[in-house]
């Protein structure tokens, strides 16, 4: 992988930093979800790693789950992720905004939501309309698949305007 190699690790190693402090001392924060159904016995945050998705090559990202009802919650997002092509040695950010329902519980929810991305290299701004699956396990494991149309502000040969997918991965506590 370029990023973790050369005058590129110093990207990727905030992401992993901040994963390696919140992942490890959550991995039984899910054990009380047995007693309570819905809402109320799930991890209220993630942190997880989103391959292709609203980010378009990767991203990390952090959800909080604000409950409205026993099976209903309101769900707000935040990620990002660097990025640069091939043939140039560039930094390009990609920030990552979203916001949506999520329905079901305690460990297998309906997610929707609308989303935005903003490229700090590129004119390209995404509006993301997203609906998909997502599963908390027991003891904290995340995984979402969403499938999504992604909308771009500019109309020439960019990126979107397309279906696309997400893959998710991660921990909640």
């Not at 005058?7 to 309570?36: D, V």
């Not at 990025?83 to 519980?105: A, P, R």
């Amino acid at each position: 992988m370029r990023i973790l190699t050369g005058k590129y690790s110093t990207t990727a190693f905030p992401f992993i930093f901040l994963l390696c402090l919140l992942i490890p001392g959550n991995m039984n924060a899910q054990e009380h979800i047995q007693n309570n159904p819905g809402m109320k016995g799930i991890g209220k945050n993630s942190v997880y790693l989103e391959i292709l998705g609203n980010g378009a090559v990767y991203s990390i990202n952090f959800d909080r789950i604000i409950p409205i009802k026993n099976r209903l919650a309101m769900i707000l997002r935040l990620g990002g992720n660097e990025y640069h092509g091939k043939n140039t040695d560039e930094y390009s950010y990609n920030f990552i905004c979203s916001g949506g329902i999520l329905h079901g519980g305690p460990h297998r929810f309906f997610e929707t939501g609308l989303g935005y991305t903003s490229f700090s290299g590129s004119p390209d701004r995404l509006i993301v309309i997203e609906a998909g699956y997502c599963y908390q396990g027991k003891k904290g494991f995340l995984f979402r698949f969403t499938p999504m149309y992604i909308i771009n502000s500019e109309k020439g040969d960019t990126f979107g305007n397309c279906p696309w997918l997400g893959f998710s991965f991660g921990f909640s506590f």
